[in-house]
């Protein structure tokens, strides 16, 4: 009877042992996984905080330097503007203003070429209208799309027979032609011709007209 109770005693102990080894073990684990999510939030803190004030910082260079002239911009002026219903002849390709239709391309992405009487009609609502050739590499068509995405006022369409550069962005009695569409003067034109001080119609929307 003894030795039974002895053994006894003894399988409580070692099951109490092994319990507390346990318990010891599952803190460690909780420690060890509770470490590790604070460090890993605070990488992931630290990287976005960085990533954030680099954006802040490249948005503010880029106001900055969309301020001032922006090299290779050309200006056309004495601009007409009715509307009409006829096709037009326009002096410059794309065209950067002139008659146009009684109703204007809704802003966005096309991957068809649009109308120029309806792209001029959203132009003189304060729009930018970014063009590129056929033949643009997908990755630089891509490019334009990321700028154009949320931006209000962006036009985004392929041109057929464009005259010197693949790609060429238009305001209202302005252009500029550029060779690739990671020019960094095309975000700064973006910035300053967008609803600019050049728009004939400022407030105008760029919605409720046609997909065109």
Known sequence: MATRKHEAAERAARLAEIREQQRRAERR?????????????????????????????RAAEVTEAASGDIEGVATFSDLSASHVQEPVRYDQTPP???????????????????????????????????????????????????????????????????????????????QLALGTADDPRLEQFLVKYQQGEQTPEPGAPCTGGVDA
């Not at 992405?109 to 590499?137: C, F, M, R």
């Open 29 to 57: 684990r909780t420690a060890v996984i509770t470490g590790t999510s604070v460090l890993v939030a605070g990488v992931l803190i630290g990287a976005t905080a960085v990533v954030l004030v680099g954006e802040q910082q």
């Open 96 to 174: 950067v203003g002139g008659d146009h239709a009684g109703v204007w391309a809704n802003c966005g992405t096309y991957t068809e070429p649009i109308a120029n009487e309806l792209g001029v009609h959203s132009l003189e609502h304060g729009a930018v209208w970014i063009t590129y050739s056929s033949d643009l590499p997908a990755e630089q068509v891509q490019r334009l799309a990321e700028l154009a995405d949320g931006n209000a006022y962006v036009l985004l369409s392929p041109f057929d027979g464009l005259p010197e550069q693949p790609v060429v962005a238009s305001a209202w009695g302005t």
